[in-house]
Every structure is written in structure tokens, then in C-alpha cells.
């Protein structure tokens, strides 16, 4: 079972920036699909950002789509999301995901990734 570990969550004042992390300890993230999920306190989780094998391809939801930016670091073996111009609404935990059935295709539902970390919290305040 691979595990993943999501860090770079906090406390940060509308408008300002964060970028979260998730790497993997036991083998690489640089295969297949990785995604960012999130979920906000009553809400159900849902999709933020995807990035295909080789950041070939690259998905947001249209309601982080501008502000948030998704890459792969091979050599790190590392995922990001950098989330600019932060807004109330973006509070939530950030979960990373791994669909480990595609490579070159994004989908954007919690049922299609299989593996996932314990999440980030990230709480924007006014």
C-alpha cells in the first residue's frame, strides 16, 4: 500500500498563498494520475486539481481554476498545488490522490482514485 503525505497546510489570510505538498515514501508518484481533492466541514469531498504522467495533461474545478496551479516534481517525487488568491470558501482539508488506472486521462470523481492521504488542513480567514 502506497502512502501518501500531504504538508504544506495552515492558516492564511484571504488573498494570500499556500502550496501544498504530497509525496510517497515507498515507490513513485510519477506514473499515474495524482490528484487534489477537498473537503469543507458538512460538504462532501471534492475535485481541485489533476495532473496526467508527465504533466501532460491538466484539470481544475472551475471553482479554483486561475488560482490554483497543479505540477509534478519528478526528481522529488512530489506533487504540488499552489493556491494563490485564497479565498473564504477555499477552507477545507486538501487531500492527495493517486488513480492508479490511468496515466494520460483526468477524472474527476473521489471514486476513481484508490489511493489517499490523511489531508492538509487549509483555513483561510478574513
Known amino acids: 500500500q502506497v502512502e501518501l503525505v500531504e504538508s504544506g497546510g495552515g492558516l492564511v489570510q484571504a488573498g494570500g498563498s499556500l502550496r501544498l505538498s504530497c509525496t510517497a515514501s515507498?515507490?513513485?508518484?510519477?506514473?499515474?494520475?495524482m490528484g487534489w481533492f477537498r473537503q469543507a466541514p458538512g460538504k462532501e469531498r471534492e475535485f481541485a486539481a489533476a495532473?496526467?504522467?508527465?504533466?501532460?495533461?491538466?484539470a481544475y474545478a472551475d471553482s479554483v481554476k486561475g488560482r490554483f496551479t497543479i505540477s509534478r516534481d519528478i526528481a522529488k517525487n512530489t506533487v504540488y498545488l499552489q493556491m494563490n488568491s485564497l479565498k473564504l470558501e477555499d477552507t477545507a482539508v486538501y487531500y492527495c490522490?493517486?488513480?492508479?488506472?490511468?496515466?494520460?486521462?483526468?477524472?474527476?470523481?473521489?471514486?476513481?482514485?484508490?489511493?489517499w492521504g490523511q489531508g492538509t488542513q487549509v483555513t483561510v480567514s478574513s
Open positions: 490522490a493517486e488513480d492508479i488506472h490511468r496515466r494520460w486521462t483526468i477524472a474527476r470523481t473521489v471514486e476513481e482514485y484508490d489511493t
Open positions: 495532473i496526467t504522467s508527465g504533466g501532460v495533461t491538466i
Open positions: 515507498k515507490r513513485t508518484l510519477n506514473t499515474n494520475v
